[in-house]
């Protein structure tokens, strides 16, 4: 009980070193992860918004401004691309290699919030490891923390400044030693707001939900912080005032999307369900992948830490709300209203998803959710002792997680044996779009049945220096004079039973044995 | 109908159970809310419906009528309930009866003196519309009173039946009826009453109320009955002048505009609790009563009655609360929303009235309590308040200069909503005692500092300022008020007892109220009257007036001058004007408001004029006098235009000054381009923000003209890719030769009357125009002419231009505009429109590297104001030239360089068309025939936009296959040449060179088209088509060829061959560039002119003389010209032809049928016709899956004739499956010859194949007999280890492995390790 519990003797040496061990292995076991991430295609991959953020922090790099006066612009946030800024001038790495070879790595900064975290929501050292553990076993988180945009970065903060709060309320009893907590937390959700608005002022959203619902759940049996709950509102207000002031006042990019939004529904419903578009989260195309069995069987660590959290937090439900029992802590509580905010927050973005106005709002909170899910499933299976058979129990549950460690790296790098959304290039194809860039100007370049071209160019080399357009995806017929054909896309278009676009004919101009560029022959007189 | 009644709803039910009760609170629940919101949409349906004076119109009547039949309803509608429930409930039906009708006879005997006072006010003011108010409030008591009694019977579906009549009827007559003018509404409301009024007499029927016998009068009932309605009376009296005052002061000073303004917010912000009040009434208010008169323990009842409102109170206050944010924050959307976009001015007052919402919510919740606890006197005395801070605040910020009456009057109804509801919270909470007071008093002190803070801001400062202020404010407090809601912190206020409120509230009321009515601003009507052009005298050292009739006699001017420097004595009206620091009102004759005011200002060198115009839609300008002077107080006292000049509006040298700088901030023309391109009177506002910036320059101060450049900055986005407005438009006149300005009224700016936004030929209006029945300037038309003069151009630019730049400019760039004749009438014979688009800024997918020029070029034959033909061109060359102004420089050819620069060029395409049937007048070009037109798709400017960039492989012929009648035109898709014309001996006409084809549409009903067969350039195939009205389905043909030393004719009839020889061409000419070349062209025409008729061919043939073949009964198809002035056609001889003899080799031998006449090497031969004889071969090289293979189809053709337009077609199947059509092909395959032709073909699978041409022609397949057989082979790299391969090509298969294994063995170990083994408690941190 962490309400009640009493002081740690001042010397206990064995119990912090085995923290740290613990910790140093969980630590370690994301850095394996991410050297996999990184190593399994040799540094070449590349995906569409850690593509846009390089191209955009470039563009902050050679305006040095927060918001530059020419040149794309994050409309949602500075703190990414000044972080990189800073990185890249320090070290001396160039941005490409910053985003595809160290960054992933930097995942492990997400493992010390989680421990902290979980810590205070489980009780418990052996459910802080589990949910931990968990945690970095869910696809769809690994899949933000690793690649180069700003989610590494802001998952890890939402980890934080939920700790600060947890331990804010804790502490309510000794207003003076809650205060550090609170501003910390402050801090850590204006760090949020910085690196994305949108996505903080989602979380905002879903602790006013959690506020909103403390006030009649929690006079039904829930054994919350009293005094904490009554300081949640104004921290919520607060937090909504932050958001208000970073939207409109702060960083004036980030009203950009807002304003053009058709209205208010659209804009409430950017501004509090969702997250920044992120179209390859690999957990929500179910044709992406072979078969849908494969599918089901790499998103089985999300299905059954989801279905298992649903499941305890129901029997929570029913054993404080119906059955009136004790809550074990208030912590506890906390959490289940937390899950419970975050829930509706989920429900509201499906409504908004079928009403047509979101966009896989649902996927995009799902990060979010796992993040309770598995404190949840931590907490119980370190308090579950199975009655018999327990060594069983505890041989299968470790193969089990070993498992499903197994298939969530093999779903996050997208394993192209399984997936059909492939996130590697080979740097052939990237010698035949340097060599295109340098050759021809002003041009459309057809480079794939998707942007895995595109967006490669864009993450290792930038903008096109000659104006060229390299895109992917269906042939823009009218406007299109060069094609660009490699081994990988000749795989691709057996993989997805897709034609390859080029018409018979066609004049070859560059090959390197891996890539070939064609040029169509005109058909007028007005076709150079 | 009336408060008072709905007030009551809870008295309706029967006392002996809870089920009669809760029917019965369900069944008003509904028809309440029904009526509520058939009310509602009867009140937005008319506001969108009527134009805002006539809806202020209507405002300040229906205020009337509601006050009016308040009044003369005296509460007996309450009385009628109570008395007539009591004896109907013992059956008392004698006493029932003599109840009824003496309130009856009472009621009807006070709308006498309503109608009579009504009838009187209609005569003194002439405005019928007091009677027909008077009238229908008549009525409209009479219908409530009906009500009452059915109620007091607990008639409870006959109570529902007449209440839902009248909106219901209300509503239809409206939709049947309503013509935008507040006269018929209030017919429409009338007459709903009217029939409300008759079915409750209907309805009497059977309910216990006997014949009507003047017996049952009773003066001892009425007294008995009266004092108990008093006090709910009195609460709805207050309340509805409440609601009211404003709107009847408003309407009593003719301020209809701002009633009307004033009305939308206010009904806005009461939606909600009208919305809640059937909920008060029906369901709050019975079981407070019971609770009330229950005889459990008094504590026990005063918490119960607490909490029971305490829980309403709650739920208006989020509700409140969250529709104040909405209003405050998004007052645009909720106007246009309810009542559309033309009530967008009533923003800024919504946004003050926003907070009202809460306590407008708050305050029947308390009233209905109060009622239920009976103390009545607090409402009436939390109205009273209400009544008297809304007249004191109204007044004395009125009496005090207030710029704007409606946002004061906004604030005053704020703070007096908040007074009465925090009066009436006060005296609630006092009594009982249970509830937390702070939480209304935390919003409504906060809101009442904030509405003090404006209101003492507001005589100096705009209302957007207010609202820029007020928003953020509100938004704060809003924070502060769900802060107070989560902290439930109880204040503990200690108020003093106001035991002496009642008096002091009813004697301010007294005195105040009145002085409202006398308060209306005195404004001067007396005018001097005179004659002539103008005339005046001054009225004062510094007022002069002026009475001006329009050089039209249309209109009459009546001028007020109030100079701030005294006028000089004893000299004419002429010399006292005051152009430099004087205030002028304008009015129009027999109207006194001011239509437009004019403040001539000047500041150092710098001149102003600043115009002020209505922005409310009354046709006035409003103003007070300050200190002796005009100040305007419309749109808030900012102008709408500001003229700037410097040194004056003349030059010293006497000449008008045409160096001005003006500024447009309001809803008028301010470009050609905004009258169309988006709708200004909507877009644009007066707020502050320019929305036009127009600059005119005269260089040298000859008093001329002569260029000007205006820019566009509407509220638009200025991306030119998302939004088309012209951002810059530039007009010039270089010679300066513009015509002198007329129909000045006084100051030459300003114009007597509205024409149009272009200039005329030879005129010069002046350019600000007004409409003078509105009070609104309506446009600033040209200053130099764009169109209406030669040697002026414009350019209409969508990219903005920046002052000291070189600029790209882009679209019309320039349109410039000739006398080539040289006759200087005025008027241009030439015109030419360049077209440019800059590299990327074709729309969507159409984004190309180069830029895209379209020009047209058109002049008229002869100088006679009309246009005759146009050559329309189009290309990709860069721009290299510039046209330079002082100020900037744009690139673009200019003017005088444009026509040799056309000619000098050559072009991708070309159309030339003629105007055959003149005359033909356009102010820009010829409209017809350009490279622009549309493809069959609809596509415009297919040509230059899609084929010439290189985006389409095919030839855009489709958009060129038809043309209006009266004119003629050909096209070049390829032209590759300077834009030549010839012209041809054979039919007399200019075409163009290397046409691929022409076509003269010559009365919708028939047409001449045009071929150039052997491709040299020139026509040599005429051919005539006519569908006659008799039978439209067998055209007459005629047709005249000319190939080598031959014409051949045919007429359908016979076939004529004439060996003669023959010109292409007389002369070859380019467009004239100057007067000379103009002048040849003309007469070389001129020369040339015959008088056949166009469609006689055998009159062109007749031209030449030669030796004949003639072929009676005969005809001939599929001419075709070969090489060397070869020809060969297929000749068809009917039945009884008949022919020369020995004209050619075997000719007498001949018999009906098809020959081949060829004339090859100089020699005729005819030879009979064999048909088509095909062979076919396909390319049978392997194809492979998955990649789109090409199948080349090889045909011969060894018959004697052409095939034209046949269908090829491929089908492809797999063995033993049924065939598939890959594509088709349109071809043509001449007798003697082969082709080869491609299809591509994506075969479905890999394996065996089996293709299959077809050849259709005319209706028969020639070829599908042919198949050949193909293997398709597997795509390439097709097996699944080669993507193995690639995959681990780049990366080492045992780092993979090895990581997989390490990172699956370490998640297992960890659980492992430390499930159930080693989980101590959370003892450490």
């Not at chain 1, 918004?49 to 040149?71: A, C, W, Y």
């Not at chain 1, 949840?376 to 308090?383: D, E, H, I, K, W």
């Amino acid at each position: 009980m962490m309400l009640n519990r009493q002081k740690p003797p001042r010397s206990n040496p064995p119990q912090v070193a085995t923290n740290y061990l613990v910790c140093s292995t969980l630590v370690g076991y994301v850095l394996l992860l991410a050297i996999y991430y990184v190593g399994r295609y040799g540094g070449n991959w590349a995906e569409l918004d850690s593509s846009v953020l390089s191209k955009i922090t470039r563009n902050f790099i050679e305006n040095r401004q927060l918001v530059p006066n020419s040149g794309e612009v994050y409309p949602n946030g500075y703190s990414y691309q000044s972080l990189t800024t800073f990185i890249t001038i320090l070290t001396g790495l160039a941005v490409a290699d910053l985003q595809q070879l160290v960054y992933p790595l930097t995942a492990i900064l997400a493992v010390l919030p989680a421990w902290l975290l979980y810590y205070e929501l489980t009780g418990s050292l052996k459910g802080t490891i589990l949910a931990t553990l968990l945690l970095f076993t869910q696809p769809e988180f690994l899949f933000v923390l690793f690649r180069s945009s700003h989610e590494k970065f802001t998952r890890s903060l939402m980890l934080l400044s939920l700790f600060f709060l947890v331990k804010s309320f804790e502490k309510q009893r000794h207003s003076g030693k809650s205060i550090p907590y609170v501003i910390l937390f402050y801090f850590a959700i204006y760090t949020l707001m910085s690196f994305n608005n949108l996505m903080g002022a989602s979380f905002i959203f879903a602790l006013f939900l959690t506020a909103v619902i403390a006030v009649p759940v929690g006079k039904r049996g829930l054994q919350l912080w009293h005094q904490a709950l009554l300081r949640f509102r104004y921290i919520v207000l607060t937090c909504l005032v932050l958001a208000y002031l970073f939207t409109f006042y702060i960083y004036p990019p980030a009203t950009h999307d807002l304003v053009f939004l058709r209205n208010i529904w659209d804009r409430a419903i950017a501004l509090f369900l969702s997250t920044p578009k992120e179209p390859d989260i690999p957990v929500s195309d179910l044709i992406g992948w072979i078969n849908p069995i494969v599918y089901l069987l790499l998103s089985l660590s999300t299905w059954l830490i989801t279905l298992a959290a649903f499941g305890i937090w129901l029997g929570m439900g029913w054993k404080w709300l119906v059955k009136q029992e004790k809550p074990d802590s208030s912590v506890l509580s906390f959490v289940w209203l937390l899950y419970l905010g975050f829930g509706i927050q989920g429900v509201l973005s499906w409504v908004a998803d079928k009403s047509g106005s979101g966009g896989h709002l649902v996927y995009r909170l799902f990060p979010s959710i796992s993040l309770l899910s598995v404190a949840l499933v931590g907490r119980f299976l370190a308090n579950w002792k199975p009655h018999n058979y327990i060594r069983v129990w505890k041989v299968g549950l470790a193969f089990a997680i070993a498992c499903l460690a197994f298939v969530s790296i093999l779903k996050v790098t997208n394993e192209p044996a399984l997936s059909n959304k492939w996130t590697f290039y080979s740097i052939s194809e990237l010698a035949a779009l340097d060599w295109t860039d340098k050759t021809i100007q002003y041009s459309q370049v057809w480079t794939d049945f998707d942007e895995r071209l595109s967006v490669a160019y864009a993450i290792a080399r930038g903008e096109s220096k000659n104006h060229n357009d390299f895109y992917g995806y269906e042939l823009r017929e009218t406007i299109t004079r060069y094609l660009l054909d490699t081994s990988l896309n000749r795989l691709r278009s057996k993989r997805l039973q897709k034609v390859m676009p080029f018409p018979p004919g066609t004049l070859l101009i560059y090959d390197n044995g891996e890539a070939q560029l064609h040029r169509l022959y005109p058909k007028t007189p007005f076709q150079d | 109908m009336t408060v008072q009644s709905k007030n009551q709803g809870g008295q309706i039910a029967k006392p002996d159970g809870k089920t009669a009760l809760a029917k019965t609170t369900i069944l008003m629940s509904f028809v309440s809310a029904l009526m509520v919101f058939l009310n509602a949409l009867s009140g937005f349906y008319v506001a969108r419906n009527l134009i805002p004076y006539e809806y202020g119109r209507l405002t300040y009547f229906t205020s009337l009528f509601l006050v009016v039949s308040l009044v003369f309803g005296f509460g007996l509608t309450v009385s009628a309930i109570q008395h007539l429930s009591r004896y109907n409930a013992v059956k008392n039906y004698s006493e029932l009866n003599r109840m009824f009708y003496s309130l009856l006879l009472m009621r009807l005997s006070v709308l006498i003196p309503l109608l009579l006072l009504s009838g009187c006010l209609s005569l003194i003011t002439g405005d019928e519309l007091y009677f027909l108010v008077g009238l229908a409030a008549s009525l409209s008591v009479v219908a409530d009173f009906l009500c009452g009694v059915f109620q007091g019977l607990q008639q409870i579906w006959r109570t529902a039946l007449l209440y839902l009549l009248q909106p219901i009827a209300f509503i239809a007559l409206l939709v049947a009826g309503l013509n935008h003018s507040s006269k018929s509404v209030i017919l429409a409301l009338e007459l709903s009453f009217g029939l409300g009024c008759l079915l409750g007499i209907l309805l009497l029927w059977g309910t216990g109320i006997a014949r009507p016998l003047l017996k049952f009068f009773s003066l001892l009932h009425i007294k008995d009955a009266l004092p108990i309605s008093g006090q709910s009376y009195i609460i709805s009296l207050f309340q509805t002048l409440y609601y009211t005052y404003a709107l009847v002061w408003l309407g009593s000073l003719n301020q209809y505009g701002e009633a009307a303004l004033l009305n939308i917010a206010w009904t806005l912000v009461r939606i909600l609790p009208l919305g809640l009040t059937p909920l008060l009434n029906t369901v709050l208010f019975p079981r407070l009563r019971n609770l009330v008169i229950s005889t459990d323990d008094l504590n026990d009842r005063k918490k119960a009655v607490s909490n029971l409102v305490a829980i309403y109170f709650k739920g208006v206050v989020v509700l409140g609360i969250s529709v104040s944010a909405l209003m405050a924050f998004f007052p645009e959307i909720v106007i246009e929303f309810f009542y559309t976009s033309k009530y967008l001015a009533t923003a800024p007052i919504l946004v003050i009235l926003a907070p009202t919402v809460l306590f407008l919510g708050l305050e029947p919740l308390l009233t209905v309590t109060l009622i239920a606890l009976e103390k009545t006197m607090l409402p009436i005395m939390a109205n009273l308040l209400r009544l008297l801070l809304v007249g004191v605040i109204g007044l004395g910020g009125y009496m005090l200069g207030s710029l704007d009456l409606n946002l004061l009057l906004a604030l005053a109804y704020l703070l007096s909503a908040f007074a009465g509801t925090a009066l009436l919270a006060f005296y609630y909470f006092r009594m009982s005692c249970a509830f937390h007071p702070g939480l209304l008093f935390g919003f409504a002190a906060s809101s009442m500092g904030i509405a003090a803070t404006c209101r003492l801001l507001l005589p100096e400062i705009s209302g957007d300022f207010i609202v820029r202020l007020y928003r953020p404010a509100v938004s704060g407090l809003l924070m502060v008020g769900i802060a107070v809601v989560f902290l439930r912190q109880d204040f503990k206020f200690n108020f003093p007892r106001i035991t002496s409120a009642k008096k002091i509230g009813a004697l301010a009321l007294l005195g105040l109220l009145p002085l409202t009515f006398i308060a209306a601003p005195t404004q001067s009507t007396a005018l001097a009257q005179s004659d002539l052009n103008c005339s005046g005298a001054a009225q004062s050292p510094r007022i002069l007036k002026l009475d001006c009739l329009s050089e039209s006699a249309t209109a009459n001017f009546l001028i007020t001058m109030y100079s701030r420097i005294d006028l000089p004595p004893a000299v004419s009206w002429e010399k006292q004007l005051n152009y430099e620091d004087s205030l002028w009102l304008i009015r129009v004759a027999n109207d006194e408001r001011v239509k437009l005011a004019l403040d001539f200002h000047r500041e150092g060198k710098m001149q102003y004029a600043d115009l002020y115009d209505d922005g409310d839609g009354d046709g006035n300008v409003r103003y007070d006098l300050y200190a002796g002077s005009p100040r305007i107080l419309e749109n808030q006292g900012r102008w709408t235009v500001r003229v700037t000049a410097q040194e004056g509006w003349w030059k010293p040298n006497g000449k008008l000054n045409f160096n001005l700088d003006i500024l447009v901030d309001g809803s008028l023309r301010g470009s050609y381009g905004s009258g169309f391109i988006y709708d200004y009177k909507k877009l644009l506002k007066n707020d502050g923000q320019i929305d036009f910036e127009i600059h005119v320059r005269d260089p040298n101060n000859s008093g001329f003209p002569k260029y000007e450049w205006r820019q566009d900055r509407s509220p638009l986005p200025e991306d030119p890719s998302i939004s088309g407005q012209y951002r810059t438009e530039i007009n010039a006149n270089f010679e300066g030769n513009e015509a002198p300005i007329s129909g000045a009224l006084l100051w030459p700016y300003l114009s007597q009357i509205a024409g149009n936004y272009n200039k005329g030929y030879n005129v010069s209006a002046s350019p600000i125009q007004v409409d003078w029945e509105k009070g609104k300037i309506i446009q600033i038309s040209e200053f130099v002419a764009s169109r209406a003069k030669p040697g002026n151009f414009f350019v209409y630019s969508l990219n903005r231009i920046k002052e000291g730049e070189l600029n790209s400019t882009n679209f019309e760039n320039p349109f410039a505009f000739y006398d080539l004749s040289g006759v200087k009438d005025g008027w241009p014979d030439t015109a030419i429109r360049f077209e440019a688009a800059l590299p990327f800024q074709l729309p969507g997918d159409l984004s190309i590297p180069k830029p895209i020029n379209i020009l047209e070029y058109a002049w008229g034959k002869e100088h006679n104001h009309n246009l005759t033909y146009q050559v329309s061109l189009c290309g990709t060359k860069p721009i290299d030239q510039i046209i330079s102004f002082p100020e900037f420089s744009i690139k673009a050819v200019p003017p005088q360089k444009l026509p040799g620069w056309v000619t000098g060029q050559n072009w991708d395409a070309a159309t030339f068309v003629e105007v055959e049937k003149q005359p033909y007048w356009t102010s820009e070009i010829i409209y017809e025939w350009t490279v622009e037109q549309a493809d069959s798709k609809g596509r415009e400017k297919v040509l230059p936009w899609r084929y010439i960039t290189g985006l389409e492989n095919t030839p855009p012929a489709d958009a060129f296959s038809h043309i209006q009648a009266g004119f003629r035109g050909e096209y070049s898709l390829n032209l590759q040449a300077k834009p030549y014309l010839y012209f041809s001996p054979v039919d007399h006409k200019l075409h163009l060179l290397k046409a691929d084809g022409g076509i003269w549409n010559l009365d919708g009903q028939s047409e001449i088209s045009y071929t150039d067969l052997d491709h040299d350039g020139y026509t040599d195939m005429w051919r005539y088509t006519s569908l006659t009205p008799i039978d439209s389905t067998i055209p007459e043909i005629r047709q005249l060829n000319l190939a080598g030393d031959y014409l051949v004719y045919q007429d359908g009839s016979q076939v004529l061959l004439r060996k003669a020889q023959v010109k292409a061409f007389s002369f070859v000419t380019l467009p004239p560039t100057n007067q000379t070349e103009w002048e040849n062209l003309g007469k070389k025409l001129k020369e040339q002119q015959t008088s056949f008729q166009p469609t006689d061919f055998k009159a062109m043939l007749n031209q030449f003389e030669g030796q004949d073949i003639l072929f009676s009964h005969a005809s001939f198809s599929d001419f075709r010209s070969l090489k060397n002035g070869s020809f060969r056609f297929i000749l068809e001889l009917r039945e009884a032809f008949h022919s020369q003899d020995k004209a050619l080799p075997g000719i007498t031998d001949l018999k009906p049928g098809n020959y081949v006449v060829e004339y090859l090497d100089g020699t005729l031969r005819i030879t009979p016709s064999t048909p088509p004889v095909l062979s076919i071969a396909l390319s049978t090289q392997p194809k492979r899956y998955l990649e789109q293979n090409e199948v080349l189809i090889a045909i011969n053709n060894d018959g004697g004739e052409d095939i034209t337009e046949g269908q090829l077609e491929l089908w492809v199947s797999r063995p033993q499956e049924e065939l598939r059509l890959v594509s088709s092909q349109t071809i043509s395959l001449p007798a003697k010859s082969k082709i080869s032709l491609p299809f591509i073909w994506t075969p479905s699978s890999a394996g065996l194949w089996l293709l299959t041409p077809k050849l259709n022609y005319k209706n028969e397949v020639l070829l599908g007999h042919v198949s050949e057989q193909i293997t398709v082979l597997p795509e390439k790299e097709a097996s699944s280890d080669s993507i193995a391969q690639i995959l681990w090509a780049d990366t080492n298969l045992l780092f993979v492995l090895l990581c997989l294994v390490a990172i699956a063995t370490l998640g297992g170990l960890v659980f492992w390790k430390y499930w159930q083994t080693s989980g101590q408690a959370h003892d450490a941190e």
